[in-house]
Nanobody, 125 residues
Framework: QVQLAESGGGLVQAGGSLRLSCAAS????????MGWFRQAPGKEREFVAA????????YYAGTVRGRFTISRDNIKNTVDLQMNSLKVEDTAVYYC??????????????????WGKGTLVTVSS
């Protein structure tokens, strides 16, 4: 069993930056696909970003590509999401997600095997 704990959320002005971090415990995630999805108030969940086990392949939603960067540290058992040029529409609860079989698709399809409790990001105008 893997537990995922997100941190780094908060209030930021539009145009600002935040860095989210996800710490995994219970097992090493070095072979897992990892990623992030988000859910804004009153809206459906939305895929944000994902990376393969090595961090060499990265995938982004069109709405965040060029502004967000996903990275991972398999020694520290963490995955981060650097968010730049934040927009009001980025306001959401951000969830860390993991697939133990290394499948990016389950994260893109919003059906990961594991996910955390989320961290709230609020972007003000």
């Amino acid at each position: 069993q893997v537990q995922l704990a997100e941190s780094g959320g908060g209030l930021v002005q539009a145009g600002g930056s935040l860095r989210l971090s996800c710490a995994a415990s219970g097992r090493t995630i070095s072979q897992y696909a990892m990623g992030w999805f988000r859910q804004a108030p009153g809206k459906e969940r939305e895929f944000v970003a994902a990376t393969d086990w090595s961090g060499g392949s990265k995938y982004y939603a069109g709405t965040v590509r060029g502004r967000f960067t996903i990275s991972r540290d398999n020694i520290k058992n963490t995955v981060d999401l650097q968010m730049n040029s934040l927009k009001v529409e980025d306001t959401a609860v951000y969830y860390c997600a993991a697939d133990p079989q290394g499948l990016i698709a389950t994260i893109e399809n919003l059906s990961p095997h594991y996910w955390g409790k989320g961290t709230l990001v609020t972007v003000s105008s």
